[in-house]
C-alpha cells in the first residue's frame, strides 16, 4: 500500500465519521421536533417555526442583574390620576433586548419611610407596551389603604407615584415571566380585570402591530369609565383595526358609561366580565385566552372556562398570586421537572427562625401561603417566582415548584412562592 492510498483511506474514514456525527445530530433534532409537535397537537397548540429564533435572541441578549434605567417621561392613565405610565431609558443608552409581551420587570427599590431612614423594596411591575429598542414601559396603579382596616397603602405604587419624577434612576432586572402571547396566528381572547389590564396592552399593541390579521377580543373590566386606562388610545385602536374588538364592561357605571350605538366598534357591558358574555359575543372558533386580574376574577372564570369546555392548553392566566387558582383538570398539563405530586400526604413544615413546626397538606397552596398562615413574615415581590424576594435556605429536606420559577435561586435555597414541600423539610425563616 503506497503512501498515497493510505492517505487516502484515513481521509475517507475522517469523512465517513463526520458524515455519521450529522446524521446522528439530525437525526435527534428531528425527534425532538416531533416531540415538540406531538406535544402542541395534544394541547392544540399552534407551532410557529419562525418564533424559536426570536426565544433564543430575547434569552442570550437579557442581562444578568440590575441595571440603572431613568425615567424619561410619566404620565397619568386615566381619568381619576390613579394609574400612572413609567417610560424608562437605560442610562448606557444601549439598545434593550426584546421581550415576549405579557412579561414583567423586577424592580429594587429603596423607599423613604416615616423615621427619615430607607428600606429596600423588590417589587414586579408588567410592560405594558409593545416591545421597543429604546425604552421600557410600566404602568403603575396606587394602591391605597384598604376601608375599614388597618392595613397601610401600597407601599411601592404610592412611592413610583409621589418620589419617582422625571430623571429618576431605578434599578432594574430584565424582562421575565411565564406569562406572554404565543405568536401563532390563533384568534384569541385577552380579559383584563383592573390594572391587570397592562399586560394585556402588550400583548394587544404587539398583535395589532406585528399580526395585523389576527383576530382580537379584549375584554376589559373596571367599575366605571374613570378608571379606564389609555380609553382614547383604545377607542382608536378599535377603530383602525378590524380584527380588534373591544368590550367595555362596568360592573358599577356612572353618567353615560352605557351608551352604545350599534355601528360603534366598542361595546359597553353592566356587569364584570363572566362566561355567560363570552359565550354570548364569541363566535365558534378556537380562541386563546389570556387572562389577568384580581384573585377573585380568575378564580370564577378559569373553572368557567374549563366548564365550557375550554381546552387546557388554551387557557392562559396571571393572577395577582397566581399560586391560588385552581385548575380542575391540572393533570392532564405538561408539568415542569420536580413537578410536587397532587397525590402527595401530609409533610412536616419547620420554620427555623419563627420556631413554628406545622403540618402542610396538598390544597394548603405553596410555602409562602403557609407560611404567612401561620404568621410568619417572609419578604415577597411578585408571589410568582420572578423577582427572587421570598428566596430562603433550605437546612434539610426537599421542596418541589409549582412552576418553573425565572429568578434562578441560591444553591440550597428555595422560592417559598412557587414552591411545596417534597419531603419533610426545615426553612430558615
Known sequence: MTSLTLLLWIAGGVLLQIAIYLCIGFWRH??????LRNVAQQFDIAVNPDAV??????????????RTFHVERKTLEDASGQVCSF?????????????????????????????????????????????????????????????????????????????????????????????????????????????????????????????????????YGVRNSAELVMQTHLLSLAVQHPNFHLQLCFSDPQGNDLDNHPSAPVHHHHGRVDVALLRRLLPLKHFHYYLCGPTPMLQSLVPALEDWGVPDGRIHFEAFGPASIP?????????????????????LVTFAKSGIQATWEPGMGSLLEFAEGRGIVVSSGCRAGGCGSCQTSIRTGEVAYIQAPDFDP??????????????????EA
Open 53 to 66: 429564533p426570536e426565544v433564543v435572541q430575547a434569552a442570550a441578549a437579557a442581562w444578568a442583574g440590575y
Open 410 to 427: 441560591e444553591l440550597g435555597s428555595c422560592l417559598l412562592c412557587v414552591s411545596t414541600p417534597k419531603t419533610a423539610v426545615t426553612l
Open 87 to 219: 417610560y424608562l431609558v437605560p442610562q448606557d443608552r444601549k439598545p434593550l433586548p426584546p421581550y415576549f409581551p405579557g412579561q414583567f420587570l423586577t424592580f429594587a427599590l429603596e423607599v423613604p419611610t416615616p423615621m427619615g431612614s430607607t428600606q429596600s423594596v423588590i417589587r414586579c411591575y408588567s410592560l405594558s407596551d409593545a416591545p421597543q429598542s429604546s425604552h421600557y414601559r410600566i404602568s403603575v396603579k396606587r394602591a391605597p389603604a384598604p376601608r375599614g382596616r388597618t392595613l397601610p397603602e401600597g407601599v411601592s405604587s404610592n412611592y413610583f407615584h409621589d418620589h419617582v419624577e422625571v430623571g429618576s434612576q431605578l434599578r432594574v432586572r430584565a424582562p421575565a415571566g411565564h406569562f406572554y402571547i404565543d405568536q401563532s396566528d390563533a384568534p384569541v381572547v385577552l380579559i383584563g380585570g383592573g390594572i391587570g389590564i397592562t399586560p394585556m396592552l402588550s400583548m394587544l399593541y404587539w398583535s395589532l402591530k406585528e399580526q395585523p390579521g389576527r383576530e382580537v377580543w379584549l375584554f
Open 327 to 347: 385548575r380542575k383538570n391540572s393533570a392532564s398539563i405538561a408539568r415542569p421537572t420536580n413537578q410536587p405530586d397532587e397525590k402527595a400526604s401530609a409533610v
Open 30 to 35: 428531528w425527534q425532538s421536533y416531533q416531540a
